[in-house]
Every structure is written in C-alpha cells, then in structure tokens.
Nanobody, 124 residues
Framework: QVQLVESGGGLVQAGGSLRLSCAAS????????MGWFRQASGKEREFVAG????????YYADSVKGRFTISRDNAKNTVYLQMNSLEPEDTAVYTC?????????????????WGQGTQVTVSS
C-alpha cells in the first residue's frame, strides 16, 4: 500500500515557476514508477510526466516538454515536478500516481495509487 500526498500548488503569473512535491509512504517507494497527471476544469485527466524507479528514464507530454522536469529522491520517498514558463493553459489540479512496475506509462489506468491532487492556477 502506498499513500501519496502532493504539495506546492498555488497561484502564479504566466511565465512563472512552481515546484510540486509528492511524498509517498511505504518502504518500497523505489520500486514504483511515478507519474504526474493533471485535470483542468471540464476536461479529461491527462498525463503530464513520468519517471522510472531509478530516475534514469523520464517521459513527458508534448505540451510540457522543455518546460517541466520530473525528478525523484528515493531516499526521501518524494517525486517532484518542476514547472517553468507556466502558461494559463497549465491551470489544473495536478495529481501524482504510483505504478508497481519498472516501465513508465502515460496510461492512467495502469497506475495503482493516486494522491488527492494540488491546484495550480496560472494567471495571464
């Protein structure tokens, strides 16, 4: 069982930056692939970024590539999402998820555990 708690969301102006954190419980965090997803009001949830259990493989949605960076610290049981050059279109609830696999996936149905989410609002 893994419990995930996100933090770091908030209100930021366009062009600004935020860093989201996702703290995980459990001693087997390092064996989980982690992902960040987001859901804007009235839209479907979408994949943002994923990272392998080693941190050596990362995968990004085209819409955030070059602006967002996912990373993890297995010693701290934490995964991060550094978001730069934020745009109003990035406004959404951001949620982290854990997948009991060594393979990164963009498919939300393949994730086993989810956090509650944190709101990110980007003003123009």
């Amino acid at each position: 069982q893994v419990q995930l708690v996100e933090s770091g969301g908030g209100l930021v102006q366009a062009g600004g930056s935020l860093r989201l954190s996702c703290a995980a419980s459990g001693r087997t965090f390092s064996s989980y692939t982690m992902g960040w997803f987001r859901q804007a009001s009235g839209k479907e949830r979408e994949f943002v970024a994923g990272i392998s259990w080693t941190g050596l493989s990362t995968y990004y949605a085209d819409s955030v590539k070059g602006r967002f960076t996912i990373s993890r610290d297995n010693a701290k049981n934490t995964v991060y999402l550094q978001m730069n050059s934020l745009e109003p279109e990035d406004t959404a609830v951001y949620t982290c998820a854990a997948r009991k696999s060594f393979v990164v996936s963009a498919n939300e149905k393949q994730y086993d555990y989810w956090g509650q989410g944190t709101q990110v609002t980007v003003s123009s």
